[in-house]
């Protein structure tokens, strides 16, 4: 080693002990200043006058570290509705900086615990962010109401601790509650130019279960819920922009239920072969959006869990023959925009 060597890695080594000496306050001056910025952002202030959608999980029960589990944000205008919560979506909103104290209701597609199990969450920054002293509005099909005195009933000592805490200017009494409204298929929000109908499609044996067809300023988007491939959602999604279906692909689950079956889990396994009957494979719901007629195909509630674009081909299987429009695989921050008086249909990435 030459001696100009020996002077550089001792420069090295002098400034990676300067550097480590001085961790505290240069991580603490770092960590200050993104989260000055970060805390101050409101990530769909710019989302203009049209029809936003934000997918906040796009996972299942499977699990999967970078999907949490069924979650939508819509936003039209000044309002803001959530579309079913289940585990980790709500926080992963949060998280991108999008701001919850103006949501106005949250809808259920229906009572799977992947799909209702995480609005706690919601129910917190929804209080706190506006200091809301009524209940926020869960609408869904037969059940949500008891769903909504559930919650309340597990969150009411928290209620009392916040605002105890907080004060009734931030945490009013009243506000962190739901009001839970079992609702027969049609109009279930009706305001300010954005309307949504809830139909049936089929999840047997989960019944009632719900689609929504969602429509602001001439834009239209369709939800299909969790639901065997069904010409309901075919008749509801009718010319619509997008359609947002669920997709399970049984030849990708065929390899985890051999996994279970090799390794003396048959109860497990035997949960990957049910799950077969009640979802709709990446082809069926090509066929589908074929038959609506839509722009765009967005497939979610992705099962199995696909770890990386590598696999997208593999998972959407026959799909692209079926649909010849843009198919799209959702992932968590996927968020879409369909701005009013146009056709456009924007994306990008939280
Ligand atoms: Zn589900
Ligand atoms: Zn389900």
Redesign the pocket.
């Known amino acids: 080693m030459g001696g100009k060597t020996i002077i550089a890695a001792a420069a090295v080594a002098a400034i990676a002990a300067g550097l480590w000496w001085q961790a505290a306050p240069v991580g603490s001056f770092v960590f200050g200043q993104v989260a000055e910025r970060r805390a101050g952002r409101d990530t769909l202030a710019d989302t203009g006058n049209g029809l936003t959608i934000v997918f906040c999980g796009t996972g299942?029960?499977l699990p999967d570290p970078d999907r949490a589990?069924?979650c939508l944000l819509v936003k039209a205008g000044d309002t803001l509705l959530l579309i079913?919560g289940?585990d980790g979506g709500v926080r992963k909103l949060a998280a991108w900086g999008v701001r919850l104290g103006g949501l106005k209701a949250i809808l259920l597609?229906?009572l799977?615990s992947?799909?209702i199990e995480g609005l706690a969450p919601a129910i917190l920054l929804r209080w706190t962010g506006s200091a809301a002293r009524d209940a926020l509005p869960l609408i869904g099909p037969p059940g949500t109401a008891q769903v909504a005195a559930g919650y309340n009933l597990m969150l009411a000592a928290d209620a009392r601790y916040r605002t105890a805490h907080h004060g009734e200017a931030i945490a009013p009494t009243g506000g962190g509650v739901l009001a839970g409204q079992d609702r027969a298929p049609g109009t279930v929000w009706n305001a300010d130019g954005l309307t949504v109908t809830a139909f049936a499609v089929n999840h047997a044996p989960v019944a009632p279960a719900y689609g929504y067809r969602i429509t602001y300023r001439g834009r239209s988007v369709v939800i299909s819920?969790?639901t065997a491939a069904s010409p309901a959602v075919a008749a509801a999604a009718r010319g619509a922009d997008v359609l947002i279906h669920?997709a399970l692909q049984p030849d990708l689950v065929a390899g985890i239920t051999r996994g279970l079956d090799a390794s003396n889990q048959p109860r497990t396994a035997q949960i990957t072969r049910d799950i077969l009957n009640y979802?709709t494979t990446p082809e069926q719901a090509a066929a589908l959006a074929s038959k609506a007629g839509v722009r765009q195909l967005v497939l979610t509630?992705i099962a199995p869990p696909i770890p990386s674009r590598l696999f997208a081909a593999a998972f959407l299987g026959g799909a692209p023959e079926r649909f010849h429009g843009p198919i799209r695989i959702a992932s968590d921050g996927l968020m879409l925009h369909l701005p009013a008086g146009s056709t456009a249909i924007e994306d990008r990435s939280l």
Do not use: V
């Open positions: 299942t029960p589990e069924s079913d289940g597609t229906h799977h992947d799909h819920g969790d669920e979802h509630h």
